[in-house]
């Protein structure tokens, strides 16, 4: 059965998230877009349980939350200057960078080996989270191809015991992160969300 813990003493509930994920669980957290599933990336049993609960291929990599800018720079081998301007002027935000991956980070994250998605949310628990433990595998919650969940209770609704702590913070707005690849000096859209692309080129 999950627990849903309400996010009334931030420092109690990231003590028991931590506690969880150091245990190789997944946890279900409230970000500034969506609520999602993380897990620690360098533990295939977790990330692989990610992919399951998501009936999600490994071909479509999970992302990773980080709690400031310097945790993204030590999973990036090398920093496009573009991808640095839009993370000074987006971050914390609604704002996935996909980046050059460094091929000496143990993550578990899929098939691509070469580039990395990365967000810094603008949400003070996965900030706080991310500062404790550092960063995390993290995909929307939900069923790959379905509505993704506004709620801690749709968590565990939907997923039970297999998600054995949701922090809630209440209401997420329910809008994916814009999604851009970073990894050259030209960024691509590849997903639309809350930040729009117009907005992202006035900031280069």
């Known amino acids: 059965m999950t627990e849903i813990l309400r996010v009334d003493d931030l420092d109690a509930a990231i003590e028991l998230a931590a506690e969880k994920l150091d245990a190789g669980l997944p ?19 977790v990330t692989d349980r990610l992919f399951q609960l998501k009936h999600r291929s490994r071909s479509h990599d999970l992302s990773v939350l980080v709690g400031s800018i310097d945790q993204a720079l030590e999973v990036t081998t090398a920093l496009p200057s573009a991808a640095k301007m839009l993370m000074e002027r987006f971050w914390p935000g609604a704002l996935t960078l996909v980046l050059p991956r460094d091929p000496d980070e143990e993550f578990d994250l899929g098939e691509d080996e070469l580039t990395i998605g990365v967000r810094m949310p603008d949400h003070q628990v996965p900030l706080a989270l991310c500062q404790e433990v550092g960063p995390l595998a993290a995909t929307p919650a939900g ?13 565990a609704d939907e997923f039970g ?44």
């Open 27 to 45: 946890v279900g957290l409230p970000t500034d877009t969506v609520y999602v599933l993380a897990g620690d990336p360098t533990d295939p049993g």
């Open 143 to 155: 069923v790959q191809g379905e509505a993704v969940f506004e709620t801690a209770q749709q968590i």
């Open 161 to 204: 015991a297999w998600v054995p702590l949701v922090l809630d913070a209440g209401r997420c707005v329910g809008e994916q992160a814009t999604v851009v690849d970073a990894t050259g000096e030209e960024p691509r859209l590849l997903r639309a969300g809350p930040i729009s692309w117009a907005a992202i080129e006035g900031a280069l």
